[in-house]
Each structure stands twice: as C-alpha cells, then as structure tokens.
Nanobody, 121 residues
Framework: QVQLVESGGGLVQAGGSLRLSCAAS??????VGWFRQAPGKGRDFVGFINWSGGRTDYSDSVKGRFTISRDNAKSTVYLQMNSLKPEDTAVYYCAAFTGGRPSNTHAYNYWGQGTQVTVSS
C-alpha cells in the first residue's frame, strides 16, 4: 500500500523557519514533489527532488528560501522553509512523481493528506 504522510506544519512568524517531512512507504519512487494550496487557490508547484541523484528544482517564488532534501534510509523527503512570508501560507502536500512535467499536478498519482503552514505578519 502506497502512503505519503506529511508532518511538521504549524504557525510561524514572518522571517521564521519550518521543516516539513514527507514519509513515503509502499513503493520506490523516482521523485517526490512538493505543492501548496492557499485558501481558494489552485495547487501550485513548490519543488521536487529525484530520489537517486538528489537533483532538485524549485519554483521562482521559493528559490533561495526553500530547500528540498531526502534521507534514503528513512524514505523521507524534507522541505526546509526559511525566511517565511505570509504569502507562503498554504496547505503543503508531497506527491509521488510518475511521469510528465514535474510542475504539473498530473505528473503525480499519489498524494499525502497535506499539512497546514501559517505564516503570521
């Protein structure tokens, strides 16, 4: 059974940091993506990481502030978020990549339940 479980969300002041975790089980994935969805908005691409080589890519809105990493032994992907802004407030999801354009939600077929990140001003 494939399962992705996000954790680590919470409330933080602007300029602060949070680290989200995505624990994967049930299958080996080629890559894991992070997306976020603000209230009333669509699900937007944040970034992704390849399991094998650790290659990462990020949306322009988070470059220089967010870092994705993985611990292969723990089958866990992390999203380190620094210099958080109120506009980063959203539910954050991790997803298993299956093929296609990584920034497109259609490239992923397994999703976690999401974890809320709220950045106050």
């Amino acid at each position: 059974q494939v399962q992705l479980v996000e954790s680590g969300g919470g409330l933080v002041q602007a300029g602060g940091s949070l680290r989200l975790s995505c624990a994967a089980s049930g299958r080996t994935f080629t890559a894991v993506g992070w997306f976020r969805q603000a209230p009333g908005k669509g699900r937007d691409f944040v970034g992704f990481i390849n399991w094998s080589g650790g290659r990462t890519d990020y949306s322009d809105s988070v470059k220089g502030r967010f870092t994705i990493s993985r611990d292969n032994a723990k089958s866990t992907v992390y999203l380190q978020m620094n210099s958080l802004k109120p506009e980063d407030t959203a539910v954050y999801y991790c997803a298993a990549f299956t093929g296609g354009r990584p920034s497109n939600t259609h490239a992923y077929n397994y999703w976690g339940q999401g974890t809320q990140v709220t950045v106050s001003s």
